[in-house]
């Protein structure tokens, strides 16, 4: 590991440390939208990720945000110079607010459909308001979607040319969804990965070891990350992966290849898992400190 990679992943572990009950300010401090690469453009906030990808067919948007950010959200898409009704399918990695707070105000403004995997489907027709969520009744709630579709593990969500392919990777939420398609830039294809968040935060009193199948599911989507199409890594918290960093090296630099590292789903899977593990640990300790 290379030290700004060190640098960002102490970061990013810090990051998930404060994310239980912080509402950053910068997740709805306004970011002036970009292209990542070919047909994918960065729409979110400074702190809160929302990518949309284009066709001339119509696009697809994952993520939403913060409820509040819903009209900024739906600037950026302006700013860029595309049409909010010509965003036909909204994909969302996970049920939280900071995620999905903005999708049932974005569906009605662009009238897009709204799909994710089927636990994401629940929570998200619940408002956020899910009894399998580790967070349940500590995370905010938000306004309800519906409908919402199902895009089962390892199948495609299509509109006009664009595929994007959702892999179940439960853990953080059950419904916990990352997302992969192919963009081009001058006839270069690479792999963008939307990775959900890997993060084990539950209320007071949530042990992940008290569940061996929640356990096991996670470890599975560790492996499923690592495994992943990726060129380009991209989070629902870009901090958690460096990608402002990434970003601004390539701007400043002219270097596309600042933002392209095939490792870096596999380098995310690692690092993720072994905070997850030490969480496990720690849980144990607590029990037997308790007696339990
Ligand atoms: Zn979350």
Redesign the pocket.
Same mark, same amino acid.
């Given at each position: 590991m290379n030290p700004l990679t060190r640098t960002l992943w102490i970061g990013a572990a810090l990051l998930a440390a404060s %994310?239980a009950h912080a509402n950053d300010p910068a997740w709805s401090q306004p970011q002036q939208p970009f292209r990542i690469y070919g047909n994918s453009w960065y729409v979110g906030t400074r702190g809160l990720s929302a990518v949309l990808i284009t066709s001339p067919q119509g696009h697809v948007l994952i993520d939403g945000t913060l409820e509040g950010n819903a009209a900024q959200i739906e600037a950026n898409i302006r700013a860029l110079g595309f049409r909010l009704r010509d965003v036909r399918l909204i994909l969302n990695s +996970?049920a /939280?607010a900071? /995620?999905a707070g903005a999708i049932a105000r974005l569906a009605h403004d662009s009238g897009a459909t709204v799909a994710a995997s089927a636990a994401g489907a629940k929570a998200l027709r619940s408002g956020g308001d899910d009894p399998d969520d580790p967070?349940y009744g500590m995370?905010p709630r938000y306004p309800a979607v519906t409908p919402v579709e199902v895009v089962a593990d390892g199948a495609a969500a299509r509109v006009g040319s664009i595929a994007v392919t959702a892999h179940d990777t439960p853990g +953080? !939420?059950p419904g916990s969804t990352s997302w992969t398609w192919r963009s081009c830039e001058e006839g270069r294809c690479l792999s963008l990965a939307y990775v959900d968040?890997l !993060?084990a %935060?539950g209320r007071e009193g949530f042990r992940y070891s008290d569940e061996p199948a929640r356990v096991e599911a996670f470890r599975q989507s560790f492996a499923t990350v690592a495994g992943l199409p990726c060129d380009i890594l991209i989070t629902?918290h870009p901090d958690a992966s460096g990608f402002m960093q990434k970003i601004a090296a390539r701007d400043r630099d002219h270097a596309p290849a600042a933002l392209v590292d095939t490792g870096a789903c596999r380098a995310y899977a690692a690092a993720a898992q072994s905070r997850f593990e030490q969480h496990l640990a720690k849980e144990r300790q607590g029990m037997q400190r308790a007696g339990r």
């Open positions: %994310l +996970h /939280h900071d /995620h967070q995370a +953080h !939420t968040s !993060t %935060l629902p």
